[in-house]
């Protein structure tokens, strides 16, 4: 976890995330068919220059041989808080109804 946080906030350690993804609790049991990451707002991409949930779905799709990425299925239609500062209620409460699936999907 704090790892992650790192990575999201300016350590330069993006060459470990693939052994982190490979080698962790996060990688899937099984074969994804797609991956879909979370966008972020625009505001955390400036900041970051980066969205960290594609570059841990490149790195999962890598590793199984796949580019079943989908970068622009979800868009983002309200603002939330950093969700690291929340408890699980407040997490999910925060992002309610954030997010819509693209049409062309």
Not at 41 to 57: D, E, H, M, P
Not at 60 to 69: D, E, G, R, T
Request: charged letters at 25%; proline letters at 6%.
């Amino acid at each position: 976890r704090k790892l992650l946080h790192q990575g999201k906030y300016g350590a330069k350690i993006f060459q470990i995330y693939d052994d982190l993804v490979f080698h962790s609790k996060f990688m899937p049991p099984i074969r994804p068919e797609i991956v879909v990451p979370v966008p972020i707002t625009k505001s955390r991409l400036t900041q970051r220059g980066f969205n960290l949930a594609v570059v841990i779905a490149k790195s999962v799709l890598k590793h199984f041989f796949s580019n079943a990425l989908f970068i622009e299925a979800l868009i983002r239609v309200k603002e939330t808080l950093p969700q690291h500062e929340l408890n699980l209620h407040e997490r999910r409460a925060n992002v309610h109804d954030a997010f819509k699936l693209q049409t062309m999907y």
